[in-house]
């Protein structure tokens, strides 16, 4: 089952994703973030940034793990052309990058709902993508020791 390496790469992106959001639960509960991960999600899929239910939550984080997915088989193609030592340090490295570009992005097209952020929510989210980019390199590493075929 762990033979391809993007298979490898989504379910170690899932699997940082799943704990990035658990983070970015307790951080938005306690009101240190205003704006956690799967809420960006749901304003980019759709397109409102006044998000209230449990739909569009769920929408949000489906669409935020899938999305996670696809960056851990990005970083999955990425390792092995910079070799694979170091892991940890390039999925944190990998995950404050995504999360600089997100922002960036976001800040860019003026996305409505995602600026201006404060600073506790910049900072919570950069630490969730922390997170997820060590959790996806510490997954991916023992994926790929489980490995048969590259």
């Known amino acids: 089952m762990f033979e391809d390496r ?13 704990i990035m959001n658990i983070y970015g639960v307790i951080s938005w509960l306690i009101g240190f973030s205003e704006v956690p991960f799967w ?7 759709l397109g409102e940034p006044d998000i209230q239910g449990i ?5 949000g984080l489906i669409g935020h793990l899938v999305f996670t997915g696809i960056l851990g088989i990005l970083f999955a193609y990425f ?3 910079v070799s694979s030592r170091l892991y940890l340090f390039k999925g944190w490295l990998f995950g404050v990058t995504i999360w600089f570009i997100i922002y960036s992005v976001s800040h860019l097209f003026e996305v409505e709902g995602t600026f201006p952020i404060e600073l506790r ?3 919570s989210n950069v630490i969730g993508a922390s997170i997820w980019g060590v959790v996806l390199a510490a997954v991916l590493a023992i ?3 489980k490995r048969k075929v590259t």
Request: aromatic share 8%; proline share 3%; charged share 10%.
């Open 6 to 18: 993007l298979f490898r790469g989504f379910i170690a992106g899932i699997a940082g994703g799943i």
């Open 39 to 45: 809420q960006w999600a749901s304003i980019i899929i």
């Open 55 to 59: 739909g569009q939550h769920v929408i």
């Open 79 to 81: 390792l092995p052309a």
């Open 121 to 123: 929510t910049a900072t």
């Open 143 to 145: 994926l790929d020791k």
